[in-house]
């Protein structure tokens, strides 16, 4: 259930950065979420709960969504195998989930990668880098 931040993951999170700050400057009030798969769930999940820390999130081949109820400032960007809708149609949930950000007016971006499954590649990763840079200095 570690997908479902209010099950337990969302306190492991924020136990997990309390620990890392005792030794390291970060400011757990801004935080940049990455995930794949289950782990893009709780991403995305986790800034529904938490949108005034979570400034955006970058969220691959999530395989369920809960569909924001209203506007959040947080920005995402997601991508999804073009192939990957072997058991779950996950191409299908994240149209779905787009359009019920555009509703909201909740900044959103979708890639839909070309030629792949259910995985996670380099493409996905430069893709994200350059979505956090944009964000963290507030650029279109």
Request: hydrophobic residues 40%; aromatic residues 12%.
């Amino acid at each position: 259930s570690y997908q479902y931040p209010k099950a337990w993951s969302g306190w492991a999170l924020f136990e997990g950065l309390d620990n890392v700050s005792e030794k390291i400057p970060i400011n757990p009030k801004e935080l940049y979420l990455f995930g794949v798969s289950a782990g893009a769930q709780f991403a995305m999940r986790f800034a529904q709960l938490y949108p005034d820390i979570s400034k955006a999130v970058c969220a691959h081949a999530a395989g369920g969504d809960t569909m924001p109820e209203v506007f959040i400032p947080t920005k995402f960007f997601l991508t999804v195998g073009e192939l990957d809708n072997k058991d779950i149609r996950r191409v299908d949930m994240a149209k779905s989930f787009v359009r019920g950000c555009k509703d909201k007016g909740i900044d959103i971006e979708l890639k839909i990668i070309p030629g792949i499954a259910h995985m996670h590649t380099e493409v996905q990763d430069e893709m994200s880098r350059e979505f956090f840079r944009k964000a963290l200095h507030n650029i279109k």
